[in-house]
């Protein structure tokens, strides 16, 4: 049995997102395979999925609905994970096979390598797999000192990548940025919609805009002047796998 689990907590994410995660998780596998989500709101869920309390994190009240709160997810024992386990942020849009990244050196931590940062060992979170329980100071070492790893690293995904020298990327082709690795360059954004490369197998959307939003071709903007920039045509391609 495949594993894979995401978080959905507070409300900027509606339960839609899981559900359409829990079927791109069904459709890209030929494997017996479940999805738990760790949550604090599950009305609505598809009843596939397996639903579990969001687990305890010593965190400052200021922090608690940011990505932070994903290092809850690295402490041991939790529920009933063991072996690999497969994350997913709620906002990806799966597009090709899933059970590759199982089968990439198992028993290790694989992360995506995060686009911003090519030379710099920084993962990015948004797509991971671990194997559950064999790196659980990630989470003791935060949980016991929040305030030291907080005052060091701005975001989750840095303070995880410096934690540990287990990290493993994986294959760039598989894991791409819809801003970073997909968005046509200025001024072709406004004429060309982003195409997905053979190969992609999920795609991460990490700010704005949302898969919704540029499904429909629409970047939302609080400033007039940034409309000058910050355009996505519709892309046809997101409607097809994010269902």
């Known amino acids: 049995m495949q594993t894979v689990i995401c978080t959905k907590w507070g409300t900027k994410y509606g339960i839609d997102y899981l559900n359409r995660l829990?079927?791109?998780?069904?459709?890209?596998?030929?494997?017996d395979?479940?999805?738990?989500?760790?949550?604090?709101?599950?009305e609505g869920a598809d009843p596939w999925v397996t639903i579990a309390p969001l687990p305890p994190i010593n965190l400052p009240e200021h922090l608690s609905a940011t990505p932070w709160r994903k290092l809850s997810l690295w402490q041991y024992p939790l529920n009933d994970l063991e072996g690999d386990v497969l994350f997913f942020d709620l906002d990806v849009v799966i597009t090709g096979s899933i059970d590759d990244f199982f089968d990439y050196m198992p028993g290790h931590y694989c992360v995506a390598q995060n686009w911003t940062q090519l030379n710099q060992r920084v993962g990015n979170t948004s797509v991971y797999r671990f194997p559950a329980g064999k790196m659980a100071y990630i989470y003791d070492d935060f949980n016991a000192n929040p305030e030291a790893i907080l005052s060091r690293y701005r975001i989750e995904q840095q303070y995880i990548s410096d934690a540990t020298d287990e990290q493993i990327f994986l294959p760039r082709e598989w894991c791409l940025s819809f801003k970073h690795s997909l968005l046509p360059s200025w001024p072709m954004r406004f004429f060309v919609p982003p195409p997905l490369p053979a190969g992609t197998k999920v795609v991460a959307f990490h700010g704005k805009p949302d898969p919704h939003e540029a499904r429909d071709g629409i970047w939302p903007v609080n400033a007039a002047w940034k409309k000058l920039y910050k355009h996505v045509r519709p892309t046809p391609w997101i409607a097809e796998h994010w269902r």
């Open 22 to 31: 829990a079927s791109m998780v069904r459709r890209n596998t030929t494997r």
């Open 33 to 42: 395979t479940r999805l738990v989500c760790f949550t604090d709101d599950a």
